[in-house]
């Protein structure tokens, strides 16, 4: 079973580890992205990527930048609408896969774990997580979790969602993993009563 981790919104910890990066680094958004990568504008839809390895989040414009950014590159073609992705079965299987890239000899975030829609039936803005592997496989184990969804603007707001990376995954209603939860499962349109009520994240 591999070491899980916790993405504590501004704090991650490394189960046996203890090991924590910077409060800072949990709502960090890119203001220097390269060309096509712009930080969203107010009134648009954003699509945002985090990190679970370092809790490290940009948001971009652009749903094809957002998927690009959380894949390292490995996806660039993705549609420019969310929706219309979500509804691409190539793609989804692509993002499905758990396919981890090196840069420099170190495993990269590269496979994307889940995308978190705004709005039920995939729409509106996106939310990605990112992780240097996928899962295991067992639903016996937990992989990945985040202990409490940030920023507020995402917490509370999810819609509805799509794993990736060889990953099923629950919403709970509560910080921590409390409260309501869905089952696990790799896709959601409508979340029922955890519909703008979700705020931690549990992957197996």
Known sequence: ??????????????LGIGSAV?????????????????PAAAGTDRHCV??????KM???????TAIAVA??????????????????????RRL??????????????????????????????TLTYSAPSGCTG?????????????PEHWNDEIGSFLAG???WLSLFEHRGWGGASTPFTWLDDYLGVLDDEASSIRWT
């Not at 985090?50 to 809790?55: E, Q």
């Not at 940009?58 to 094809?64: E, I, K, L, N, P």
């Not at 758990?98 to 729409?123: F, H």
């Not at 067992?138 to 940030?150: A, C, G, H, K, Y």
């Open 1 to 14: 079973m591999r070491g899980r981790r916790i993405a504590a919104g501004a704090v991650l910890v490394v």
């Open 22 to 38: 910077s409060p800072a680094a949990a709502d960090q958004r890119s203001a220097a992205a390269g060309p096509g990568q712009r």
């Open 50 to 55: 985090v990190d679970v390895s370092t809790a």
């Open 58 to 64: 940009t948001c971009y414009t652009s749903f094809r």
């Open 71 to 92: 894949t390292a590159g490995r996806i660039t073609d993705a549609p420019q609408d969310a929706r219309a992705a979500a509804a691409d079965p190539t793609l989804r």
């Open 96 to 125: 499905a896969a758990a396919t981890p890239v090196k840069r420099d000899g170190v495993t990269a975030a590269a496979t994307t774990i889940g995308t978190m829609y705004e709005d039920r039936d995939y729409d509106g803005g």
């Open 138 to 150: 067992p639903t016996s184990d937990l992989d990945w979790q985040v202990e409490l969804i940030t």
């Open 165 to 167: 990376g060889n990953c």
